[in-house]
């Protein structure tokens, strides 16, 4: 077959750019990236006008000008409009693959690759993968972690990589939270022994990463974004392979799926409220907490996200068990890894090879 001329549309959240992208190498077909900046009032074009470029800074974004591409992957919202533009500009012809959940209706595009915490109604043009897909390997992580050994060589194994996300819709990371997910960790490797490796993410406020430190009474190896020194190297990489086990912070679903699949025990802390708590902690009245419940309750269907269906199909098919059995299941030799079923490619082939059925 031919390859198709792909367009790759890069947008602000790393997560959506790096599906978007592991997608792309998936297809094994050449590909632009179109990094698209969209405006702080953006949506209000979108909402009125459809497809427009009018919500994005068109000096800042990559060129969007014929040759017209044969297809495009977008994610994300402020891209949508974009890809809907493109192909009009083409006259149509051009076939559109949204990753994640769209917010003009599913027909609009030829393939829609979701995960289970989208409400995403079966059909021809759906594909729900069990786990946001992602560009790592089992080779990638191990040449990295050979790099990063000598670094590491005072701290004994084995190793409990801990991977820790931020605020995200209706989660709202606290420093009690992360006080609580300390001790969590405290308890894992005064049972296994050896080290924690930690690393937080962008969203990770330096507020909840002090706490985190403060309440950690193992040796360790941390990393946070906001300490980082000039062209620092972030190591998470590095600590993926280096992992004997992992510990994630249940609302990121792409560490999630980075750490489910290289085949190694994983913990799941769950840093969301209890339902029936969840309207007593004045955390929550925050605009992203307070909008994601109000549309939990009055939005369509499938506009709605529910993280914890990811977490709790992990548990359940034994790819995960949740932090708070972590001493017991040491204890026991954490024989229930032999369940889990490493996958590498997070779904990618399968999104691919529907996508070379569209031409």
Sequence with gaps: MKPAKVWCLLGRKAGDNTQVLALAEALEWPFEEKRIFARSWELLPHLLLGPTLMGIDRQASSPLSAPWPDLVISAGRRNEPVARWIRRQAGGGVRLVHVGRPWAPPDCYDLIVGTPQYFLEPAPNILVNPLPMHRFTRARVDDAA???????????????????????????????KVRRLAEGVNRLVGASGGAALVTGSPRTPPAVAQAFCDALHVPAQTYWWHERVGSEENPYSAFLGLADRFVVTGESMSMLAEAASLGRPLYIFDPGDSPGSWWSHPHNFRHKPLSHALAMGLAPVRMRRDISRIQDALVRDGRARWLDEAP??????????????PDPSGGAQDASERIRALF
Excluded at 151 to 176: C, K, Y
Excluded at 328 to 341: D, H, I, S
């Design 146 to 176: 050979q790099l990063a050994r000598p670094m590491l060589a005072q701290l004994p194994r084995p190793f409990t990589t801990v991977l820790i996300g931020g605020d995200s819709g209706p989660f709202v990371f606290t420093p009690a």
């Design 328 to 341: 017991k299941l040491v204890a026991q030799g954490e024989g229930w890894t032999k369940e889990m079923r």
